[in-house]
């Protein structure tokens, strides 16, 4: 069975690359100085500088640096410096017999769901979603970001005892989690993770409710919400109606006529998305989901 092998020590490297967007000018240094102020030291990519139109860089080249830093003995996790589009574009490109080999997280969030979903469902691999460099901007990051990341670094588990109850139960399962939209477009290709007794984890960005129905739809007219132990919605930023009226009601209302049709347990408004304040979390890694009446949301992260 796959497992995980990294253990991250003090001066050990952080591989930085760039698997989506072009990178916005001085986020390199941002995260070079963060990886430096955790103790680590910083190893960049060769084309994380690189751009062609709304991507950064050739898809084969893009890909060449993560696969560098798989095979890296000094590096012990891979950062993706941050999102946008194309992270699914390198899949082809990878060598998922190396990186099963070389185990590594990759620490992702947005587009970054794409590539670390696919990753799993080709190798078992954990990476940590909900980090990126733009979480430096301000200079002052948020401190559950900073408070999960390192847990999930230095593979110590922690709690999230926050949501909204919407179907009560108790299910300790492997976590998939991410931005919705990247889920939904990895469903019939190759990279498409089984998500047989698995507790999934989304959220989604500036998208009206018609649309977010739509990928819900999607998710129930595959199957994937009867395979499915556990669902837990995170934050839906900006997805209320725009250019509609107001008839089409809010991201809520879909969430809950949706959630109404399962019966895994399953919570709501927990604090992962697109806003500052979020948790970063361990995709492929076992969980607990503990929705009572008691307690909303028990949420319980292993690393192993």
Known sequence: MFKNSYKLQPGNYVGIVTPSSPMFSGRLEQGIKFIEQLGFKAKVGKHVHDSDRFLAGADKERAD????????????????SGGGYGSQRLLPYLDFDV???NPKPVIGFSDTTALQVGLYAKT???????FIFNCLDDGNLNEMVHDTLLSCLHRKSYQIN????????KVKAKLIAGNLDCIIHLIGTDYE????????????VRTEPYKLDNMLLQLYQTGILSKISGLIFGTFNNCDAKFSSDRDGTSDDVIMDWAKRIKVPCI???PYGHIDRRCVLPIGSEVVLDATDDIAADFDLFHH
């Open 268 to 270: 709501k408004n927990f």
């Open 99 to 101: 990186i099963a080999e």
């Open 193 to 204: 993770p089984d998500f047989t007794n698995t507790i999934l984890l989304i959220e989604e």
């Open 162 to 169: 926050e949501g909204s109850l919407v179907n009560s139960g």
């Open 65 to 80: 640096d993560l696969m560098q830093f798989f095979l890296d003995d000094e590096v012990k996790v891979i950062m993706a």
């Open 124 to 130: 078992g691999l954990i990476s940590f979603s909900g």
